[in-house]
């Protein structure tokens, strides 16, 4: 089953190099946004900055910036437990372009709908991308999942969804994420061949 992880530290690093990068830098921007308010506002998704300044480097940078230690860990431990089985099935390069692409969409959408005011920051985009690759998966490639894990990507699925609609939330980023992966899904297993199931 996807959610459950056997292996050992050393192993983890080893299997899955692109979610312990990306952990990694989670936790050191972290460190720094939080020691230099410069820079976080610098990495944030400022959507005035983006659209009348250019800035458009802020759409990727946001994806990787936390604040408060409960939405890092949230969104890191979220990315641990998750996103090994994509991993393992995309390699390394679809991985990143599946993360990456699912946060940017978010990101968009969060630029296009919400106010000029709106500083967006956190994985969360990326994080229900995972989440609409794995309903892509549930729905197009069944095979490829087990009826366990099934029902925990809906489980899961619902419960991001129903936590998504409360204050200081960004909603626009967790169904846009969740959408793009959605998206993703057909164009990253247009032509898997892989034998890992989840």
Same mark, same amino acid.
């Given at each position: 089953?996807?959610?459950?992880?056997?292996?050992?530290?050393?192993?983890?690093?080893?299997?899955?190099?692109?979610?312990?990068?990306?952990?990694?830098?989670?936790?050191?921007?972290?460190?720094?946004?939080?020691?230099?308010?410069?820079?976080?506002?610098?990495?944030?998704?400022?959507?005035?900055?983006?659209?009348?300044?250019?800035?458009?480097?802020?759409?990727?940078?946001?994806?990787?910036?936390?604040?408060?230690?409960?939405?890092?860990?949230?969104?890191?431990?979220?990315?641990?437990?998750?996103?090994?089985?994509?991993?393992?099935?995309?390699?390394?390069?679809?991985?990143?372009?599946?993360?990456?692409?699912?946060?940017?969409?978010?990101?968009?959408?969060?630029?296009? &709908?919400?106010?000029?005011?709106?500083?967006? *920051?956190?994985?969360? +985009?990326? @994080? !229900? #991308? $995972?989440? %609409?690759?794995?309903?892509?998966?549930?729905?197009?490639?069944?095979?490829?999942?087990?009826?366990?894990?099934?029902?925990?990507?809906?489980?899961?699925?619902?419960?991001? &969804?129903?936590?998504?609609?409360?204050?200081? *939330?960004?909603?626009? +980023?967790? @169904? !846009? #994420? $969740?959408? %793009?992966?959605?998206?993703?899904?057909?164009?990253?297993?247009?032509?898997?061949?892989?034998?890992?199931?989840?």
């Amino acid at each position: 089953m996807f959610f459950i992880r056997t292996e050992s530290f050393k192993e983890y690093l080893r299997f899955y190099p692109v979610i312990s990068t990306i952990a990694v830098i989670h936790i050191i921007i972290f460190l720094l946004v939080n020691i230099s308010a410069d820079l976080r506002d610098l990495l944030s998704g400022w959507n005035f900055a983006i659209i009348y300044f250019d800035q458009y480097w802020r759409l990727i940078t946001s994806i990787f910036v936390h604040v408060g230690p409960e939405h890092l860990l949230f969104n890191t431990f979220s990315l641990i437990l998750f996103g090994p089985a994509l991993e393992a099935m995309l390699g390394r390069f679809k991985f990143i372009l599946a993360y990456l692409g699912a946060g940017i969409i978010a990101n968009f959408a969060t630029l296009f &709908l919400a106010s000029l005011e709106t500083a967006n *920051i956190g994985a969360s +985009g990326a @994080i !229900f #991308g $995972l989440f %609409g690759i794995y309903l892509y998966l549930l729905f197009m490639k069944p095979e490829l999942i087990d009826s366990n894990s099934r029902q925990i990507i809906v489980v899961i699925v619902i419960v991001g &969804l129903f936590l998504t609609f409360r204050p200081g *939330i960004n909603i626009f +980023g967790h @169904i !846009f #994420g $969740l959408i %793009g992966g959605l998206a993703l899904g057909p164009i990253l297993f247009a032509r898997y061949k892989g034998k890992t199931r989840i």
